[in-house]
């Protein structure tokens, strides 16, 4: 019905900068919130930035300065620019999308994620 499919991630040096985007498709009538999420190995999933449909963002302490999130509606697409990256940066970095159909149902999506990984 909705699908999130991210791209960007890689393999970059530490200072380097990356630029993620997720495009959603499928029986969409509206995109709420939007947001970037990652996950490291042995660790939870984490917030990284969330960014409304108007455009209102809210970002994680440890990539405020360095991460900017923004959306194009007419495209369904979000992006996240990293800068400054830093090893501690390595994860596997999830789409997140609240989708609400032409059937007016609402669906919480993720996708599948992409690896991005901060070495020298």
């Known amino acids: 019905q909705v699908r999130l499919v991210e791209s960007g991630g890689g393999l970059v040096q530490p200072g380097g900068s990356l630029r993620l985007s997720c495009a959603a498709s499928?029986?969409?009538?509206?995109?709420?919130?939007m947001g970037w999420y990652r996950q490291a190995p042995g660790k939870e999933r984490e917030l990284v930035a969330a960014?409304?449909?108007?455009?209102?963002?809210n970002y994680a302490d440890f990539v405020k300065g360095r991460f900017t999130i923004s959306r194009d509606n007419d495209r369904k697409t979000v992006y996240l620019q990293m800068n400054s990256l830093k090893p501690e940066d390595t994860a596997v970095y999830l789409c997140?999308?609240?989708?609400?159909?032409?059937?007016?149902?609402?669906?919480?999506?993720w996708g599948q994620g992409t690896q991005v990984t901060v070495s020298s």
């Open positions: 997140n999308a609240d989708a609400v159909l032409y059937t007016l149902e609402h669906l919480h999506v």
């Open positions: 499928g029986s969409i009538f509206r995109l709420n919130t």
């Open positions: 960014i409304t449909s108007g455009g209102s963002t």
